[in-house]
Nanobody, 131 residues
Framework: QVQVAESGGGLVQAGESLRLSCRTS???????????MGWFRQDPGQKREAVSC????????YYGNSVKGRFTISRDIAENTLYLQMNSLKPEDTAMYYC?????????????????????WGQGTQVTVSS
């Protein structure tokens, strides 16, 4: 049974940092099953957008233009966990952040492969940045 669960969101002031975690189970993060994962965010009424994605090997990464240089994605294969270190947070980073298993990532591009109702999405963690 696939499970994806985010944690680490919260309310911070502009300029501060947060680290999001995404614990997963029920699938293999490798070449054969799920070979890339990512973080997406969504404001109410807006489309879910890719924030950062990474291949299981770590050789392909994607960062949205608005987060480049501030956010860092990483993964712990042994712990089946994906991370997003967010530094220098801005009010415009405020959104619900979702972890997605099974995404497509190439340099400069990331998209999700599963429907938003799929178990390969977490339930989201809210990040709120006050000015």
């Amino acid at each position: 049974q696939v499970q994806v669960a985010e944690s680490g969101g919260g309310l911070v002031q502009a300029g501060e940092s947060l680290r999001l975690s995404c614990r997963t189970s029920g699938f293999a993060f490798d070449d054969n099953e799920v070979n890339a994962m990512g973080w997406f965010r969504q404001d109410p009424g807006q489309k879910r957008e890719a924030v950062s994605c990474i291949s299981w090997r770590g050789d392909k990464t994607y960062y949205g233009n608005s987060v480049k240089g501030r956010f860092t994605i990483s993964r712990d294969i042994a712990e089946n966990t994906l991370y997003l270190q967010m530094n220098s947070l801005k009010p415009e980073d405020t959104a619900m952040y979702y972890c997605a298993a099974d995404v497509f990532v190439e340099d400069g591009y990331c998209s999700y492969n599963r429907p938003l109702t799929s178990a390969y999405w977490g339930q989201g963690t809210q990040v709120t940045v006050s000015s």
